[in-house]
Antibody
Framework: EVQLVESGGGLVKPGGSLRLSCGASGFNFSIYSMTWVRQAPGKGLEWVSTIGSRPHYIYYADSVKGRFTISRDNSRNSVYLQMNSLRVEDTAVYYC???????WGQGTLVTVSS | DIVMTQSPLSLPVTPGEPASISCRSSQSLFDSDDGNTYVDWYLQKPGQSPQLLIYTLSYRASGVPDRFSGSGSGTHFTLKISRVEAEDVGLYYCMQRLDFPWTFGQGTKVEIK
């Protein structure tokens, strides 16, 4: 059974940092791209970032470029999202997803507030 | 960026009746290199994470009932539910992954009449 478990969310002040983690199991992690998608409270889905399997490519949404960094550790079956210079508008549930969105985790809530 | 526009945004449905959701993209999602059209459909049930229903225009994801189908071409796409069931309520999103940044439609809320 495929499982994706996000962690690392919490309350942080504007300008602060957080590192999200997503642990994967139940599939060959090293051959899949991984993606972060977020959902602000009461809003729709917003793609954040995708990292290739090796990784041979990385992409970011303009809204997070230069502030967020995606990475992965295939030996630990994990993908990460380092979030710096956080803004109030980054408040959202952050989901990690496998490949083209085949499977999603349960999400972790990030709240940016003073 | 490719803009995805869904309609309607709210869809009251009657169990047992068909339903459809439209999604339009600001540019064609057809990839002439491989012949695929890169639009996917997701359902987010209340309080849950999104789940993939349809990928690459018309392929049902694993475990998705065959009452769900995807169709369309170019810039106009449709998700159809042949006979709505009570468990189908939630928010439906189309998403394009032809190009980065991947972009979602605004979502269509399906609820039982």
């Amino acid at each position: 059974e495929v499982q994706l478990v996000e962690s690392g969310g919490g309350l942080v002040k504007p300008g602060g940092s957080l590192r999200l983690s997503c642990g994967a199991s139940g599939f060959n992690f090293s051959i899949y791209s991984m993606t972060w998608v977020r959902q602000a409270p009461g809003k729709g889905l917003e793609w954040v970032s995708t990292i290739g399997s090796r990784p041979h490519y990385i992409y970011y949404a303009d809204s997070v470029k230069g502030r967020f960094t995606i990475s992965r550790d295939n030996s630990r079956n994990s993908v990460y999202l380092q979030m710096n210079s956080l803004r109030v508008e980054d408040t959202a549930v952050y989901y990690c997803a496998r490949g083209r969105g085949v499977d999603w985790g349960q999400g972790t809530l990030v709240t940016v507030s003073s | 960026d490719i803009v995805m526009t869904q309609s309607p945004l709210s869809l009251p449905v009657t169990p047992g009746e068909p339903a459809s959701i439209s999604c339009r993209s600001s540019q064609s999602l057809f990839d002439s290199d491989d012949g695929n059209t890169y639009v996917d459909w997701y359902l987010q049930k209340p309080g849950q994470s999104p789940q993939l229903l349809i990928y690459t225009l018309s392929y049902r994801a694993s475990g998705v009932p065959d009452r769900f189908s995807g169709s369309g071409s170019g810039t106009h796409f449709t998700l159809k539910i042949s006979r709505v069931e009570a468990e189908d309520v939630g928010l439906y999103y189309c998403m394009q992954r032809l190009d980065f940044p991947w972009t979602f439609g605004q979502g269509t809320k399906v609820e039982i009449k």
